[in-house]
């Protein structure tokens, strides 16, 4: 499988923590984006970074990606209750023209 | 939110039936997806479509069907439910584009959640 895996699989934090997640792929890559579920809803893209850049910021994200170590990391700072909703990871592969590769997802709670 | 609609919503049907989930954009894109998806977990890619009477089977096998014969609209087909078939069913649409600039962002509808009795 190509499928990508996001660490860790779940996560609980305060509100106004920090949230990192981490995203693992195996094939090279043209773009890693970022996609955000709520819960019974389809997903909503978050962020994209192409495999020449090395950080992104949007708002209260932070992407990062190190194509020597095949992963990206997701940072939101000062989280908030409304951000509770799993998070997935997804790569285009380098020839841009199959599907998009889905991780297995980040489930993110943050208590208020 | 995306222009991109799933019909119906919900859906509780008996084994054996025979249903259509729509699936419909107004966005033009000409590359359309069908992903199954359980509560909380990973998305498997089922069908997907890069234009008008084009049609791909996607990583996991499933005894669905779809169908492409205008733009905008990408049915998926399911000829006799069964209860292995209870799950959420997700369409996404994403723009046209490939080679190394494409960024295949990918657009999706609230989903269709079917469960089978």
């Known amino acids: 499988s190509q499928q990508g895996e996001e660490d860790p699989q779940a996560l609980s934090i305060q509100e106004g923590e920090n949230a990192t997640m981490n995203c693992s792929y195996k094939t090279s890559i043209n773009n890693l984006q970022w996609y955000r579920q709520n819960s019974g809803r389809g997903l909503v893209h978050l962020i994209l970074?192409?495999?020449?850049?090395r950080e992104k910021h949007s708002g209260r994200l932070r992407v990062t990606l190190d194509t020597s170590k095949k992963s990206s990391s997701l940072l939101i700072t000062a989280s908030r209750a409304a951000d509770t909703a799993s998070y997935f990871c997804a790569t285009v592969p380098f020839s841009g023209n199959t599907p998009l590769v889905f991780g297995k997802g980040t489930r993110l709670s943050v208590i208020a | 939110e995306a222009d991109i609609y799933q019909t119906p919503r919900y859906l509780v049907i008996g084994t054996g039936k025979k249903i259509t989930l729509e699936c419909s954009q107004t966005m033009g894109h000409d590359k359309m997806y069908w992903y199954q998806q359980d509560p909380g977990m990973e998305l498997h890619l089922i069908h997907y479509s890069y234009g008008v009477n084009s049609t791909e089977k996607g990583d996991l096998s499933s005894e669905s069907t779809v169908s492409r014969i205008r733009t905008e609209h990408f049915p998926l087909t399911l000829e006799s439910a069964r209860p292995s078939h209870t799950s959420q069913y997700l369409c996404?649409?994403?723009?046209?584009?490939?080679?190394?600039?494409?960024?295949?962002?990918?657009?999706f509808g609230a989903g269709t959640r079917l469960s089978v009795l």
């Open positions: 970074i192409r495999s020449n850049e």
């Open positions: 996404a649409s994403s723009p046209t584009g490939s080679g190394v600039g494409a960024k295949n962002i990918q657009y």
